[in-house]
C-alpha cells in the first residue's frame, strides 16, 4: 500500500523558513510526479509547487510562493521531496498535502498524504 508521509510542519513566525518534507513508501514505482498543495480553512486545495521528472524536468510554482519556495528531492533518497519556503506570510498558514504518481504531470495524482500543519503567527 502506497503511503506519504509529510513532516516539518509547525509554527513560524512571519518571515521565517521551514522545511516540509514528503517520503513515499509502499511502492517500487517511480513517482515521477511529487508536488505539494495546501488547504487553508474555509478554502479549496490548490498546488504550491510541483516537480516533474523522468524524460523531462519540471518544476511548477503557485504564484503566491513564486520566489520564495523551492522544490527538490533528497539526493539520497529517491522517494523523498522537499518543500522549503521563505519569507514566510500569515497567508501561507495552511494544511500542507503531499501528492505523488508515476505520470509525469503537473495535475494532481492518486496518491495523496494525511497533510501537516504550517501556521505562520507572531
Known amino acids: 500500500q502506497v503511503q506519504l508521509v509529510e513532516s516539518g510542519g509547525g509554527l513560524v513566525q512571519p518571515g521565517g523558513s521551514l522545511i516540509l518534507s514528503c517520503t513515499i513508501s509502499?511502492?517500487?514505482?517511480?513517482?515521477?510526479?511529487m508536488s505539494w498543495y495546501r488547504q487553508a480553512p474555509g478554502k479549496q486545495r490548490i498546488l504550491v509547487a510541483a516537480?516533474?521528472?523522468?524524460?523531462?524536468?519540471?518544476?511548477?510554482f503557485a504564484e503566491a510562493v513564486q520566489g520564495r519556495a523551492t522544490i527538490a528531492r533528497d539526493n539520497a533518497k529517491k522517494n523523498t521531496v522537499h518543500l522549503q519556503m521563505n519569507r514566510l506570510k500569515v497567508e501561507d498558514t495552511a494544511v500542507y498535502y503531499c501528492?505523488?504518481?508515476?505520470?509525469?504531470?503537473?495535475?494532481?495524482?492518486?496518491?495523496w498524504g494525511r497533510g501537516t500543519q504550517v501556521t505562520v503567527s507572531a
Open positions: 516537480l516533474v521528472t523522468g524524460h523531462q524536468s519540471i518544476r511548477k
Open positions: 509502499g511502492t517500487m514505482v517511480d513517482m515521477n510526479a
Open positions: 501528492n505523488a504518481g508515476p505520470d509525469s504531470v503537473t495535475s494532481p495524482q492518486d496518491y
